[in-house]
């Protein structure tokens, strides 16, 4: 029986571990109607099973089918709780732009930091794959994001991340990058002047978490 | 989605993480520093049957069946054992008294091999390592390098080897899951004459697996039995369980000493295994050309399971051919060379597939002086090529510059590679199910098979690796350069800071095989 609040928000969070997303949408459902606090089921249910799947990725314990389907239990519950949080005006983690570089197609990075992101309660904006250097510019003046997130996985496509880089900086953009992808390292990161490099999606989430703390 | 499918795995409930207060920031993503052992049983398909290479047609494998037969019958072999001589003569052998040359017919020779037992059981002193060969997942079991007289330290250093390795051997052993058993090196310092009976007894006294016996001297022979019956707690209990194997050495070409068949008859007498062990080196004790030194081995194990039929009825043969080739060059033998591997796949399939007789060669092992990249090259390919020719045992883990050398840090990576060739022996059913039929129906243009429940069933389903490392550059720098050989010192230090396992022999037995150890000398040395 869950008849605590403990007890049903480790139910929420058991849900997502167990990537059951029915069980994670009903059972934010079940929540809202009785009243319980957003911020309670979001950061203490949600959110916190998300970081235990973070945890465990980084661990290796979890592979990455299994981050995936959590990610989409927890979205499940997410979308119940959405409407409410804006209607209430909570604010998300920060809102970040994602988008795969000009003529790199290749989205399942860019799409697992994307559900990870939300998973940790950013806002993401996704622009989707083969982005040229200037939709990314319009989209920072459109989104005015925390941060722009760029991915490749081809060493032929990286070139244009410095590029997009470049012009981002160029149109006076001062925001915050952080690029990756298969064959991204930090040191073409900083080469290239992004203001960060992750190597998976647990570790886009806790840079994008870095980088919007620091403002 | 339902999380029927979900694996159990260990994770942390929500009230401890939210008690953690960590923020989620993961740890960098470092396989290979957690030193676990690396996992091979990987799926359903563990079960099928092997996949198999075969260097020899049938008609080629026939003709060597065939010759190997002839040659015991025309040419014969030489058995340096007059009273062994005489009962093979009994069983219809044709035996010259002054050559001691012994003709075996083909009716004897056909009789023995349809004798010999298929399945064996290796038994361990406790009793948790038992191991069926053939192997019920139809891959193989490994055991570590016989007879190595150097040693070298996790730090690197070489020197020879002595009693005291002995524990670490047994440890090492012990300790990595896939060696099914060891094997008593050569000691140093400790009397020549006696010093398979130093190392047996040390290494009764420190494993819990199996053991294999390889006799050094035929006045041995009987003492190293009493240790394993010492082991084993009683002769009658050494016969039920055989705690131990003993291997015997035909002295190539076609001749066998006093001590192997001594060696086989005792074995016998307790019930132990025989690992029939032929070791031609192709240019040396044989033809240079392979399928000749092949055939030699053939002939030499098939003498073996007659003379085991005639002097030890009933008892376990597993050929064990382990080729050789001579280094043209140098006159150095060679056993990881292009043509010892080619002929340890034909020597296996002729004794697997051929005589049908259980099987076991060389599966690791290096002609280089040290565990470098050539040596991982030289046993990866040992392994992969014997085991897919059917082998069910593959010896020569830890082994260095052609079997006279150990290595520790090597035989962890050897562990390593038996569980990479053994998940790789699985065999996949090929269905609606494996094939992910439904989903390839469904698949949309630039769609993915990441967030499926087919994945999501089968994600496990791969080799997790221990020592191996996955790292990408920026993670391998910030550990520091790590490697496989850092990884492989890392397990080795734990499993040497193990407790001792609980199935060793206790104190009592300990002093009881020092005892024969010392009777030994006192008859052997005077």
């Known amino acids: 029986m869950t008849d605590t609040l403990d007890d049903r928000l480790d139910a929420i969070f058991d849900a997502v571990l167990d990537y059951d997303d029915d069980a994670a949408e009903r059972l934010v459902r079940a929540e809202l109607a009785r009243g ?141 990058i952080m690029v990756g992808g298969a064959p991204v390292t930090r040191e073409f990161a900083d080469e290239i002047g992004a203001d960060g490099f992750a190597a998976d999606a647990p570790g886009a989430v806790a840079l994008a978490r870095r980088m919007t703390r620091a403002g | 989605m339902s999380g029927d499918e979900s694996p159990p795995r260990a994770r942390r409930s929500r009230r401890e993480r939210l008690a953690a207060k960590t923020d989620g920031a993961p740890p960098p993503q470092m396989p290979g520093f957690d030193v676990e052992m690396p996992r091979a049983d990987i799926g359903p398909g563990a079960a099928a049957a092997r996949p198999q290479f075969a260097y020899l047609d049938e008609a080629g494998l026939q003709r060597l069946v065939e010759r190997s037969f002839e040659l015991i019958a025309q040419r014969g072999v030489d058995v340096n054992y007059p009273t062994a001589a005489a009962s093979l003569a009994r069983a219809g052998c044709r035996v010259d008294p002054d050559e001691r040359r012994v003709r075996i017919p083909r009716e004897l020779a056909e009789e023995a091999l349809a004798a010999v037992p298929r399945r064996t059981t290796l038994y361990s002193k406790s009793g948790r390592f038992d191991l069926e060969i053939p192997r019920r997942d139809n891959t193989f079991h490994m055991r570590t390098g016989t007879g190595a007289h150097g040693f070298i330290e996790p730090g690197g250093r070489h020197r020879k080897l002595v009693l005291d390795d002995v524990a670490t051997i047994a440890a090492v052993g012990d300790g990595l899951p896939e060696v099914g058993f060891i094997a008593h090196p050569f000691v140093n310092d400790v009397p020549e004459q006696t010093a398979d009976l130093h190392g047996f007894a040390a290494l009764l006294a420190g494993s ?123 006159g150095r033998s060679l056993q990881a060379s292009v043509e010892a591997l080619r002929g340890a796949c034909m020597a296996v399939q002729l004794c697997k597939r051929g005589f049908g007789l259980m099987t076991h060669s060389y599966g690791a092992g290096a002609d280089t002086a040290d565990a470098c990249g050539q040596s991982q090259a030289e046993r990866a390919l040992i392994g992969c090529m014997v085991g897919l020719s059917g082998a069910d045992i593959l010896g020569g883990v830890g082994q260095l510059e052609c079997a006279t050398v150990f290595s520790p840090v090597q035989a962890v990576i050897d562990n390593e590679l038996g569980a990479m060739q053994r998940a790789w022996l699985h065999t996949d059913a090929i269905d609606d199910e494996s094939l992910a039929w439904e989903l390839m129906l469904e698949i949309e243009q630039g769609g993915n098979f990441l967030a499926n429940r087919h994945t999501l069933a089968h994600c496990r389903e791969v080799f997790a690796p221990g020592a191996f490392l996955r790292l990408g550059r920026d993670a391998y720098e910030a550990a520091g350069r790590r490697t496989v050989l850092d990884n492989a010192k890392a397990i080795l230090d734990s499993l040497l800071a193990r407790e001792p396992p609980p199935g060793l022999p206790d104190e009592e037995t300990v002093r009881e095989m020092a005892g024969i150890v010392e009777a030994a000398e006192r008859a052997i040395l005077g």
């Not at chain 1, 795969?100 to 622009?127: C, P, S």
């Not at chain 2, 003492?223 to 190539?252: D, V």
């Open chain 2, 208 to 330: 819990e697996k199996h053991n294999l016996i390889q006799p050094y001297e035929a006045a041995n022979v009987g003492f190293l039995m009493r240790l394993a019956a010492a082991a084993a707690g009683g002769e009658a209990r050494l016969r039920q369980r055989p705690i131990a194997s003993c291997i015997a050495c035909s002295f190539t070409p076609l001749e066998f000493k006093r001590m192997d068949v001594e060696a086989i008859i005792e074995a016998g007498r307790y019930g132990l295994p025989i690992h029939a062990c032929s070791l031609p080196t192709a240019g040396g004790t044989a033809p240079v050309t392979m399928p000749g030194t092949v055939l030699m081995a053939g002939a030499e194990i098939l003498s073996m399971v007659v003379l085991t039929h005639v002097l030890a009825p009933g008892t376990p043969v597993i050929a064990t051919p382990l080729i050789f080739a001579l280094d043209m060059r140098t």
């Open chain 1, 36 to 176: 319980t606090d957003l911020q309670l089921i979001l950061n203490d249910a949600l959110i916190a099973a998300m970081d235990e799947v973070g945890d465990q990725f980084g661990q290796g314990t979890l592979f990455v089918p299994e981050m995936l389907m959590a990610a989409r239990a927890m979205k499940a519950g997410l979308e119940v709780l959405r409407p409410r949080l804006t209607e209430t005006d909570t604010a998300p983690a920060g809102t970040i732009v994602i988008g795969t570089v000009h003529r790199d197609l290749h989205d399942i990075g860019k799409n697992l930091v994307g559900m990870m992101l939300e998973g940790a309660g950013f806002t993401v904006i996704d622009l989707g794959v083969d982005v040229p250097p200037e939709a990314f510019v319009a989209a920072a003046h459109a989104h005015r994001p925390d941060v722009l997130g760029m991915s490749a996985l081809l060493t032929t496509t990286m070139p244009n991340m410095r590029k997009t880089v470049a012009l981002l900086r160029e149109d006076g953009w001062n925001g915050r």
